[in-house]
């Protein structure tokens, strides 16, 4: 298994500019996650889908940020339009439901920059 | 009542030692309690995990002890080695339902050959 895809890995963008990030989930799972990680805050999450609906998006910090997830195997988070203070490590974390075993996998993050 | 308090924020420990992190909870109805371990550059990645039916939960040098009546949990590496230097989050959540994660601020490992 290739485990979680984060796309791209390095994002560097200026002030106003709109941001996609895109992740594909392992296969078979059925829970994803969006995290953002910085060093004042830490890992935060920012909204988390099941079978492809999202069920808490109380983490997103306001209506700049979007997420979809269009089918099973792919989901975007979006800014826009983008600020500095939305500079951090965005993680897309996925998992399945099975007896017991809460464990989420997480991508490789991909660390954006606005300017 | 959601939080995860982690303690210390970084910790210098000298290869051979025991390298110990804490977390304390305030929900008391969370039952699972994870660690993640996080290199540079990369994702967080599960560690170990227990369950609040067992005090203690060992896999070869990595021990989570759980203390339910004072809503504490902790990390103990024996033996730790240069190659455990990395962050690692306590967590906390529920196994059922929707459940998510809530994290601790995290501890930076460094060992020091």
């Known amino acids: 298994d290739a485990g979680v895809i984060q796309s791209p890995r390095h994002e560097v963008t200026e002030m106003g500019q709109e941001v996609t990030l895109r992740c594909k989930p392992i296969?078979?799972?059925?829970?994803l996650f969006w995290y953002r990680q910085t060093m004042m805050r830490g890992l935060e999450l920012l909204i988390y889908f099941n079978n492809n609906v999202p069920i808490d998006d109380s983490g997103m910090p306001e209506d700049r940020f979007s997420a979809k997830m269009p089918n099973a195997s792919f989901s975007t988070l979006k800014i826009q339009p983008s600020e500095p203070r939305d500079s951090a490590v965005y993680f897309c974390?996925?998992?399945?439901?099975?007896?017991?075993?809460?464990?989420?996998?997480f991508g490789p993050g991909t660390r954006l920059t606005v300017l | 009542q959601q939080q995860v308090k982690q303690s210390p924020q970084s910790l210098i420990v000298q290869k051979g030692g025991i390298s110990i992190i804490n977390c304390a909870y305030e929900n008391t109805a969370f039952d699972y309690f994870p660690w993640y371990q996080q290199f540079p550059g990369k994702g967080p990645a599960l560690l170990i995990a227990?369950?609040?039916?067992?005090s203690e939960k060992k896999e070869g040098r990595f021990t989570i002890s759980f203390n339910k009546s004072a809503k504490q949990f902790s990390l103990h590496i024996m033996d730790s080695q240069p190659g455990d230097s990395a962050t690692y989050f306590c967590?906390?959540?529920?196994?059922?339902?929707?459940?998510?994660?809530?994290f601790g601020a995290g501890t930076r490992l460094a060992v020091h050959p």
């Open positions: 974390a996925s998992r399945r439901t099975s007896g017991g075993n809460n464990e989420q996998f």
């Open positions: 967590a906390a959540s529920f196994v059922s339902g929707y459940n998510k994660l809530i």
């Open positions: 296969s078979g799972h059925d829970y």
């Open positions: 227990i369950r609040p039916d067992v």
